[in-house]
């Protein structure tokens, strides 16, 4: 038998399922993230920072910060990525406003809550990736260096938080911004060993 992934094409409809897959439990990761008041990378992180120092709410915050990022989709992996991108983080944004009254969580261990976290957002990254999307930002410069150095997305996208978290210690105590780097790393762990270029290219 062969080991080989012989076909990488998806139907609309896999398509479909993964986006809203994608979008859905990326949705949960940042409610779960802002109920334990932890911050994150990549441009989530960047628009969770901006809604905690300006109190504007995530969900538009986090769909403008995406804007000047769908050039760079375009440009190297075509119309395709783009509208699917464009169409996930446009998905998540709504589901983050809409989801609250509905999705409620009582007390969580910072640590677990980190770990619960990291899961939950890096399968919906994975599903995202392997449908040919992402969340925005760094998710697309990450797979745009992988595309064209084989430097894992994953690394990419640690080095991003990695700074800034650095900020985020401006604005929060270090414990909280522990726990919220772990979370962080197993995010971009999950991503880094599970998205193999010889297995699925988004």
């Known amino acids: 038998m062969n080991d080989k992934v012989q076909d990488k094409t998806h139907s609309l409809l896999d398509d479909a399922q ?3 897959f994608g979008s859905f439990m990326g949705a949960v990761g940042v409610l779960l993230l802002t109920h334990l008041g932890f911050v994150t990378g ?3 992180g960047l628009a969770v920072l901006i809604s905690y120092s300006t109190g504007w709410g995530f969900a538009p915050v986090f769909f403008v910060v995406n ?4 050039w760079l989709g375009y440009k190297r992996f075509g119309p395709g990525f783009t509208v699917k991108t464009f169409a996930a ?3 998540m944004s709504l589901m983050v406003a809409m989801l609250p009254p509905y999705l409620q969580f009582g007390e969580i261990h ?3 809550g980190a770990v619960f976290f990291g899961f939950v957002t890096g399968s919906a990254l994975l599903a995202l990736f392997r449908h040919g999307a992402s969340l925005g930002g760094v998710g697309i410069v990450g797979l745009y260096l992988q595309d064209r150095t084989g430097f894992r997305a994953g690394w990419t996208q640690l080095i991003f938080d990695a700074c800034l978290f650095l900020w985020a210690l401006a604005l929060l105590d270090l414990a909280t911004v522990g726990w919220s780097f772990l ?3 197993v995010v971009n762990l999950v991503i880094a060993i599970n998205h193999r270029r010889d297995r699925y290219v988004a």
């Not at 804007?67 to 769908?70: A, N």
């Open 67 to 70: 804007l000047p990022f769908y």
């Open 110 to 112: 910072p640590g677990v």
């Open 42 to 44: 990549q441009t989530a």
């Open 18 to 20: 993964g986006l809203a």
């Open 89 to 91: 983080v446009a998905a």
């Open 183 to 185: 979370g962080a790393v």
